[in-house]
């Protein structure tokens, strides 16, 4: 019986760098730890802006006691929002109306040159100001004395819309302002556009009565 031929073992070889398993095992590793570092540095994308801490009028010197620093995402919306990154800039102004705790619109704020208006205290009805608060916004109503009318009691020609849609700055707990009457009378400070401050003044100086309405879904809150 003849001897069967016996096969020789082949060594196994250690896989060098041209293995073309190898190379593709470790651009899948670099790629895995690339994907993980970008992941994690955008993970947190959130830029710092400021949001209203109480409602902000226009006309209002803005500080930072009236912020609150809050980190969002913005998104393609970056710069469309008042920047807390390096804090307020000095001497800015509220330029309209911010409702508390939105988001300040960068467009909102700006220098001194850009207010135009003016605070004006005015005094009406304590029931028609009870329901009032900072950031309201209000229609101004001013009827006028009729000049025709004789005898002791004040008679008026109809209310005209002085002022439309403006904001409530403040609430003094004073008696005095324009347009001061009875005890049931109380001033409340509006925020009026720089030329229809003289005429309103004009007005309340010849007797007019002050009225004023507030503008639905405003109340504003402090």
């Given at each position: 019986m003849s001897d069967l031929p016996?096969?020789?073992?082949?060594?196994?070889?250690?896989?060098?760098?041209r293995d073309?398993?190898?190379?593709?095992?470790?651009?899948?590793?670099?790629?895995?730890?690339?994907?993980?570092s970008y992941v994690v540095a955008h993970?947190?994308?959130?830029?710092?802006?400021?949001?209203?801490?109480?409602?902000?009028?226009?006309?209002?010197?803005?500080?930072?006691?009236?912020?609150?620093?809050?980190?969002?995402?913005?998104?393609?919306?970056?710069?469309t929002y008042l920047s807390a990154a390096a804090g307020l800039a000095p001497d800015r102004y509220v330029l309209r109306e911010v409702p508390a705790g939105e988001l300040v619109p960068a467009s909102a704020v700006g220098g001194r040159e850009r207010v135009?208006?003016?605070?004006?205290?005015?005094?009406?009805?304590?029931?028609?100001a009870?329901?009032?608060?900072?950031?309201?916004?209000?229609?101004?109503?001013?009827?006028?004395v009729d000049p025709a009318a004789t005898g002791t009691a004040k008679r008026y020609t109809g209310p005209e819309l002085a002022l439309q849609g403006v904001s409530v700055?403040?609430?003094?707990?004073?008696?005095?302002?324009?347009?001061?009457?009875?005890?049931?009378?109380?001033?409340?400070?509006?925020?009026a556009p720089t030329d229809r401050v003289k005429d309103i003044i004009g007005a309340v100086d010849l007797g007019a009565r002050v009225t004023v309405v507030p503008v639905a879904g405003t109340g504003g809150a402090r």
């Open positions: 016996v096969p020789s073992a082949s060594r196994l070889r250690r896989p060098g760098w073309a398993r190898l190379l593709v095992g470790l651009l899948l590793v670099l790629g895995s730890v690339a994907l993980g993970a947190d994308d959130r830029l710092p802006v400021y949001a209203a801490a109480g409602p902000l009028v226009p006309g209002q010197p803005l500080t930072e006691d009236d912020l609150v620093r809050v980190d969002v995402q913005l998104g393609s919306h970056t710069g135009e208006v003016q605070p004006l205290t005015l005094v009406v009805d304590a029931g028609s009870a329901p009032l608060r900072v950031g309201t916004r209000v229609d101004v109503y001013v009827n006028p700055a403040g609430l003094p707990k004073t008696s005095s302002g324009l347009g001061s009457g009875t005890g049931a009378d109380r001033p409340i400070q509006v925020m």
